[in-house]
């Protein structure tokens, strides 16, 4: 019997798409999330895709998407940083104690809690890669120091009364978009930027992947990781003021569990913890899992504690799978 | 070890969705009773074992039915709250849940677990979500009244208890206040040493300070001290545990002998009396060489072991009437269209041993740790009588 050596057929084709589909990590990731919307509208009688709770939650998902994209650096490179929830509560706090009873908008403290980020994210820099401390130990004491040093600031009290162009920020909307999503797309596009069209992002990659290779090759290890410590605690700032202007005040019990999303929403978006692979977009996609699960969860009524058993065991998933393609 | 790793995340998704589908909330709206009238009262049980007498104070089923609208579906009532591993907040929970049974009424219950983000992402949830009402009790009053704004805004509107949201969009806020009950136990310490003529040397377990109520609570303790010769010595941040709260007494009064009293902002009073323990300070009330042990917040382990002797004294502000009154209050509003308290303040008195004794031994379960020594099942619960602060809202009034 004659071989048939003509062109594929159209289910083939299809096949074809859907295999090499299936094969990139986004795309697996991108079905799952469509998925869980489907379920999630179904679950809550199509409440959880009205604009208003898709936009609830892009604004719900930009303070923690910027912390992500920031421990997304950090985890790119193979560390971790804990630091961040303390990083955001104490620019808030610190920026907040200077725009109290003013009315004017607070170009000043913002730069400066901003700035304070960095400066801190340059401290665990320096801690982890000059002086080569572990970054799990560092950055805990440096979360725990940012907690202390909050407290002295604000004594436990909530910091309120602030001027009202902070609440613009937080929830203000330009063009009818979310400014808090607005942030969250320009951080994004940046840090897309960054790793992909920069030697700085490419040596990211090459450090993760294997720092003494990344070493031979001529990339400067030691200020790469410092970088991404200094990035990601401005991030955490960035992520602070979003909170500021959620909330129009600071709180000490702000910014808890911040460090924990992050690293969820990026392990969740396929970035190895291993280091040296993931996507800016697959952290995106794993911010929206998380905020679409949290969100359709509090729609349905989910008793809390079983709440916290589902993303306890989403977390687990996504770990396994990373280990298991690591195998 | 592939071929087990995968069957076993198939075990485990298929768990969640077990887990998922076992979910409690929301409930299935109960079977609607017919209101009941108040009992007559009976004379109290003696010893107090797991029994709750009908003092006058109590109250039979009387939201049978109440909770069911004209077209026979249940009113939706949602309850969001700091954080669920706690007791004082897992007896809250426990008694909206049973009103809300008794009610007919479905519900939802969503845990901040201490994040004010969380929070203010579960009230903008709700926003969605369009329950009848929504009772709040906050991590942080000032950041989530915005939320409570946005609520209002929505048509849903909302109570408070415990800590207070400052927002005029709060229907009803029913609380007792922090700083009064610190300032409560100030007073009660000051007035001991007084009564004993020797000055007090206080260590203060603090926390949980991330939350402002703590530092009320320290705010008021000094208040209470004041122009006394009782001095205080703030220790560091316990954070509500019992084990953090040993450690700090172990640590602190070896080095300070004058010290000869603990005051704990939280329930962790059971952490400072092993604390004691092990440093060999422990002597229970009454005798001469006794370090007092206070606290905020009767718990169950606070009650035990002021029953037991060792603990001196608790103020405590009572999950179960602050719920009690906010879910009548949501009631009369949203179901019976009736105006209600904007805000009160309830009673926290100072209890010690005769006050906690005698309490379990009438069964009066007013102070909550007792009602969760005796481990009496919510749904066995009455309904308070608050007559004096609000009326309790019935069927037959609709």
């Known amino acids: ?327 | 070890m592939k071929r087990f790793i995968i069957p076993l995340l198939v075990g485990v998704m298929v768990a969640i969705l077990i887990f998922a589908g076992c979910a409690p909330a929301p409930t299935e709206p109960t079977t609607p009773t017919e209101p009941t009238t108040p009992t007559e009262p009976t004379a109290p049980v003696a010893g107090g074992e797991a029994a709750l007498p009908a003092s006058g104070s109590y109250l039979e089923n009387p939201f049978g039915g109440l909770a069911i609208k004209p077209d026979g579906t249940p009113y939706y009532f949602a309850y969001e709250f700091i954080f669920l591993y706690n007791p004082y907040m897992a007896f809250a929970a426990g008694i909206w849940e049973d009103y809300m049974h008794k009610a007919g009424a479905e519900y939802t219950l969503h845990d901040a677990n201490l994040d004010v983000a969380a929070e203010i992402a579960m009230l903008e949830d709700l926003v969605v979500a369009k329950p009848d009402g929504v009772l709040v009790h906050p991590v942080d009053g000032w950041a989530a009244a915005p939320m409570v704004d946005k609520l209002t805004e929505a048509g849903i509107p909302v109570f408070n208890f415990c800590v207070e949201c400052p927002t005029d969009s709060v229907v009803g806020y029913y609380e007792a206040n922090n700083f009064e009950m610190g300032q409560a136990m100030g007073e009660w310490v000051a007035n001991y040493f007084e009564d004993k003529g020797v000055p007090g040397h206080v260590f203060e377990c603090q926390g949980l300070i991330k939350t402002f109520i703590a530092m009320n609570r320290h705010d008021g303790f000094v208040a209470g001290i004041e122009g006394s010769t009782v001095s205080m010595e703030p220790g560091p941040d316990c954070e509500w545990a019992d084990e953090k709260c040993s450690n700090a007494v172990i640590d602190a009064f070896p080095a300070h002998p004058e010290y000869n009293c603990v005051y704990c902002h939280g329930g962790m009073v059971n952490g400072a009396i092993e604390g004691l323990r092990t440093v060999d300070r422990l002597y229970p009330v009454g005798d001469p060489e006794h370090v007092l042990s206070v606290s905020v917040d009767a718990n169950d382990q606070t009650c035990r072991l002021i029953r037991e002797g060792w603990s001196s004294a608790v103020t405590s502000h009572d999950p179960w009437p602050e719920v009690d009154m906010s879910i009548k209050a949501m009631f009369n509003h949203v179901i019976l269209g009736k105006s209600v308290p904007k805000k009160v303040i309830l009673a926290s008195p100072v209890y010690f041993y005769d006050e906690v004794v005698a309490d379990w031994e009438r069964g009066l379960p007013l102070i909550w740790g007792n009602i969760m020594l005796k481990e009496i099942p919510y749904d066995d619960l009455p309904v308070l009588d608050m007559s004096d602060y609000i009326e309790t809202p019935t069927a037959a009034m609709k």
């Open chain 1, 1 to 327: 019997m004659a071989e048939n050596v003509g062109p594929p057929s159209t289910s083939g084709r299809a096949q074809k798409i859907v295999k090499r589909l299936l094969g990139h990590e986004n795309a697996v990731l991108v079905i799952i999330l469509i998925a869980l919307i489907a379920v999630l509208s179904g679950l809550t009688k199509g409440k959880s895709v009205t604009g208003t709770n898709v936009m609830n939650v892009l604004l719900q998902a930009s303070g923690r998407g910027v912390a992500s994209v920031g421990q997304a650096f950090v985890i790119l490179t193979g560390g971790i940083d804990l630091s961040v929830g303390g990083i955001a509560l104490m620019a808030m706090i610190l920026a907040a104690s200077m725009m109290t009873g003013t009315t004017a908008f607070p170009a000043g403290p913002i730069a400066v809690m901003l700035l304070v980020g960095a400066s801190i994210g340059s401290f665990t820099g320096t801690a982890v890669s000059r002086i080569g401390m572990p970054a799990l130990i560092v950055t805990l004491a440096v979360w725990k120091i940012m907690e202390g040093a909050s407290f002295l600031v604000c004594h436990g009290y909530t910091i309120a009364e602030l001027p009202p162009s902070v609440s613009f920020i937080g929830s203000g909307r330009v063009g009818g978009v979310p400014v808090p999503v607005i942030i969250f797309i320009v951080v994004l596009v940046v840090a897309y930027f960054i790793l992909y069209h920069t030697t700085f992002g490419r040596s990211v990659y090459a450090v993760g992947g294997n720092p003494v290779s990344a070493w031979l090759s001529g990339v400067k290890t030691k200020n790469i990781l410092f970088g991404v410590y200094v990035i990601c605690g401005f991030m955490a700032a960035l992520a602070g003021l979003i909170l500021l202007g959620r909330m129009a005040c600071a709180s000490m019990a702000a910014g808890v569990g911040l460090e924990l999303d992050s690293i969820a929403a990026v392990v969740i978006g396929g970035v190895s913890l291993m280091g040296g692979r993931g996507t800016i977009i697959g952290v995106l996609i794993g911010v929206m899992i998380m905020g679409v699960v949290n969100n359709g969860m509090n729609i349905i009524g989910i008793h809390p504690a079983f709440q916290s058993i589902v993303k306890g065991l989403i977390i687990f998933a996504a770990v396994a799978i990373d280990y298991l393609r690591r195998r």
